[in-house]
DNA sequence: CGTGGAGTTGACAAAGATCAATACTAGTGG
DNA sequence: CCACTAGTATTGATCTTTGTCAACTCCACG
C-alpha cells in the first residue's frame, strides 16, 4: 500500500470500544458491554476502491460501519443520471435505513476508495426492531420514509428545472387516479416558490406556461389538470 | 363531495383505531391494544392557520399527528430566507424526529390552513425511546442526524450558487481548525459536480475561479485552503 | 507512440433571478 | 358606495448563473 494517507492504519480489526473512546463513530455514548457485544458480533473486511457495498432494491443483510476510506451513496434519478447523496466517511453508518425501516435499499453504496469496514449482520439488529414497541416501530419506519422521500426532493432539485418539479408537485397534489381533478392550492405564489425552490415569478410564469400548453387550467388558487399523464409527461424534459 | 373534502368531517376526537383502518396515518400497521393505548395517552386540538406548532431550537414536548389541514415545515437560511422542508398533510407525523433523536427540533412548524392534531405526549414517547436497547437507540440517533443534515443540503441546493455550495463543502472536508488546511479531493470532477448538483464544467470553473481569488490553492486533486475564514466568507453571497 | 479518459477552456444558449411597473384583491374609513 | 391602502399576483425587461457543445490539453497505460 503506497501514498493512501487513509491507509496507513495497521489492517487489524478495530474494536468498537476503542473507536468509541476516541470519539469517532456512532457508537460513542454506548455502554461498554454493548460495545463488547457488538465487538463479538461484527465481522471486518476491506474492500477495494469501485465495490459495490450494496444496490437499490437489494434487501439489506446487515449494517456497514465505515472504519477507513470513503463511500458514495447514489441514486438514479430521471434520465438515468447519477446523483450524489451522500459521502460516507469514517465513523459513518451504511445500510442502517433499510434495515431499520424494514424495506429494501433505496440507493446504492460504492467504494470511492479503497475502504475498511465492520460489518454487523441484519440478525444482530433486525431482532432488536422487530421486539422493539410497536409504537416506536412505527415511528422509525415513518422516518425511514421521509428521509427517502427528502433525498428523493434533493434528486429533483439537480435534475429537473422549476416547471418540471412544479408539474410533479402538482401531480402529487392531485393524488392517484385518473379524470380531471380539481385541488386548491394551499400556498401563496412565495410559498409555493420557496417550497419549489425557486423565485415566485419563475412559479408564476411555470404555471402560465403550463396553463398555455393546456396542461392545467388556472383560476386563482385553484388548479384545475384535465389530463394527468399528459402533466406527468411535463415532468421530465428528458422523455423520449 | 364538494371542493373541501378535507373540512366536511366531524370536529370530534378520531380514534386512532379508525385512522388506521382507513389505510391512513403512521400507525397503521399496529395492534389494537396499542391503538387504544394511544387513544388514551393523546389529546385532540385544533389550530387556526398561521399558528405556530414550534420553532426550531425548541425541546420537544410531543409528537403531533395531522388530522386534517396542511402544516408547513421551514428552516432558515443563509440570507434569512426562508426554505420550505415539508408540507405535511393529513396522516403525518410532526415533531417524531426531535424525540426520536433526543434533540431540539430543528425546524418550524407553522398551519397553513386551520388543521386539527392529535397529540401525544413527549412521556409517552420518550420512555420507550430511553428503554430501547442502547444500540437500536443510537442507530435512530444517527438516523435523524442524516435526515436533518440532507435537509440542510435541500437549503443549501435553493439558496446558495455552485461556487458558494463548493465552497462549504470544502470547508467540511477541511474539518475545523485552524491554519492551512490542504486535503484531497476524493473524487472526479464529474462525481463532485454531481455531488453539489452541477455540471462538470460549472464546478471546474467554480475552482479556478475561487483560486484566482487566493481563497484556495488547487494542485490536481490537491486543494490547499490558507484561510478557512475567508474560505467561509465566499459561502455566502448575502453577506454584509 | 497512439489511444482513451479525465480535465480544462471558450463560445454560446437556456434557465432562472432580479428589478420595476402594473393589475388585482380585500379590507378600511369616510 | 366610493376612494384609499396594503398585500399579493402578474407581466415585461434585463442581467446573472448555469448548462451545453466543441475543441483541446494532459497524462497514464498498453
Chains 1, 2 share one sequence.
Do not use: W
Amino acid at each position: 500500500m503506497n501514498s493512501k494517507a487513509t491507509l496507513n492504519r495497521p489492517k487489524q480489526v478495530p474494536s468498537c470500544a476503542s473507536c468509541a473512546k476516541q470519539g469517532r463513530g456512532p457508537f460513542c455514548g454506548l455502554p461498554s458491554d454493548s460495545l463488547t457485544g457488538l465487538d463479538r458480533a461484527k465481522s471486518f473486511g476491506t474492500y477495494p476502491r469501485g465495490q459495490i457495498l450494496f444496490q437499490a432494491g437489494s434487501k439489506a443483510t446487515g449494517v456497514h460501519c465505515l472504519n477507513a476510506g470513503l463511500v458514495k451513496l447514489t441514486r438514479v434519478g430521471l434520465g438515468g443520471k447519477e446523483q450524489i447523496l451522500r459521502l460516507a466517511g469514517p465513523g459513518d453508518l451504511l445500510g442502517h435505513r433499510a434495515v431499520l425501516g424494514e424495506r429494501p435499499h433505496d440507493h446504492d453504496a460504492e467504494a470511492m476508495t479503497d475502504v475498511e469496514v465492520c460489518y454487523l449482520p441484519a440478525d444482530v439488529i433486525s431482532p432488536l426492531v422487530s421486539s422493539a414497541p410497536p409504537l416506536l416501530r412505527s415511528l422509525v419506519k415513518k422516518l425511514v420514509e421521509e428521509t427517502s422521500e427528502v433525498e428523493g426532493r434533493l434528486v429533483e432539485r439537480a435534475q429537473q428545472r422549476a416547471e418540471e418539479r412544479l408539474a410533479s408537485f402538482l401531480l402529487r397534489l392531485c393524488g392517484p387516479g385518473d379524470g380531471t381533478a380539481r385541488v386548491e392550492l394551499p400556498l401563496s405564489r412565495q410559498e409555493l416558490a420557496d417550497y419549489l425552490g425557486a423565485a415566485p415569478e419563475t412559479i408564476i410564469r411555470a404555471l402560465a406556461h403550463l396553463a398555455k400548453r393546456k396542461l392545467i387550467r388556472l383560476d386563482g388558487r385553484f388548479v384545475e389538470v384535465p389530463d394527468r399523464s399528459k402533466l406527468t409527461d411535463a415532468t421530465d424534459s428528458s422523455a423520449a
